[in-house]
């Protein structure tokens, strides 16, 4: 730290030198060593700067990897995978290699996200290009992640079994709430229909009983109008028989005197 410090200061200050790129570069590096990772993200952005501006694009990709890097160390897993985009559209030879590898990080990356079948792929292109030491451990990691991958394959199968039996329950408990519904709905329709039965059967019995009660005050009405036509009546005919008896009476009387007249 103490001599890429004093190499900025010596640099002439010009900002736009290879040697300042490579310093904050350095500086980068070691802020990432000492678990700093924000000082760390201020160093290479300042080192891609002067990157750029004197257009030394590996040194530029070297950056971005090592951003990339420590943005994974972050868990910035989405961050850190964008960065390996924007680092993947810078053309350099085919040939040149960088200190950090795009592949591995990659690999890392979806490892952490828990894609294993990814994970197992990038590492796969990671080990073709490397040398026997560094596929030996990176073929014991590809075996890791595969077995992971299996029991995560598992797991998925476990899981959506899970939830194919949950569904299935789901389901029936909700058609049996639907039969339950159309049971009391049902019931509920029954138990009406009898109260209304009920009522109006009730309602027609107090009518019949009105109607009988009717009936039986028209009969004693109509016996005593029939009672008093009959008296009306013998009254009538004992008066109608005396006026008979009064004119035949004074016919007989007034004959002999009418005929004297």
């Known amino acids: 730290y103490y001599f890429f410090a004093k190499a900025l200061?010596?640099?002439?200050l010009s900002k736009d030198t290879w040697g300042s790129a490579i310093a904050y570069s350095k500086l980068g590096e070691y802020y990432y060593l000492k678990n700093s990772?924000?000082?760390s993200i201020n160093c290479y952005n300042k080192a891609l700067v002067l990157a750029s501006r004197i257009k030394a694009k590996h040194l530029v990709l070297e950056l971005k990897l090592w951003k990339a890097k420590v943005k994974l160390s972050q868990n910035k897993l989405n961050e850190a995978l964008a960065?390996?985009?924007e680092?993947?559209?810078?053309?350099v030879d085919a040939h040149t290699k960088t200190e950090i590898s795009e592949l591995e990080l990659l690999s890392d990356i979806y490892y952490r996200k828990k894609d294993f079948k990814k994970a197992a792929y990038y590492l796969g292109l990671f080990i073709q290009e490397n040398d026997s030491i560094q596929r030996v451990r990176s073929e014991n990691k590809i075996a890791e992640i595969s077995s992971k991958h299996y029991y995560d394959i598992r797991e998925l199968e476990i899981k959506n079994l899970q939830a194919i039996e949950e569904q299935e329950l789901n389901s029936k408990i909700e058609t049996e709430q639907v039969n339950q519904t159309r049971l009391a709905i049902v019931l509920i329709f029954v138990i009406t229909t009898l109260i209304a039965i009920l009522y109006f059967f009730v309602q027609l019995t107090k009518k019949n009983k009105q109607l009988i009660e009717q009936q039986k005050k028209i009969e004693v009405l109509t016996a005593e109008q029939q009672e008093i036509i009959n008296t009306r009546s013998t009254e009538l005919s004992s008066a109608k028989d005396a006026v008979s008896r009064f004119a035949f009476l004074n016919a007989h009387e007034l004959r002999a005197p009418l005929a004297r007249i």
């Open 37 to 39: 990772p924000d000082s």
């Open 87 to 91: 680092a993947k559209t810078i053309t």
């Open 83 to 85: 960065i390996i985009n």
């Open 9 to 12: 200061k010596l640099d002439t």
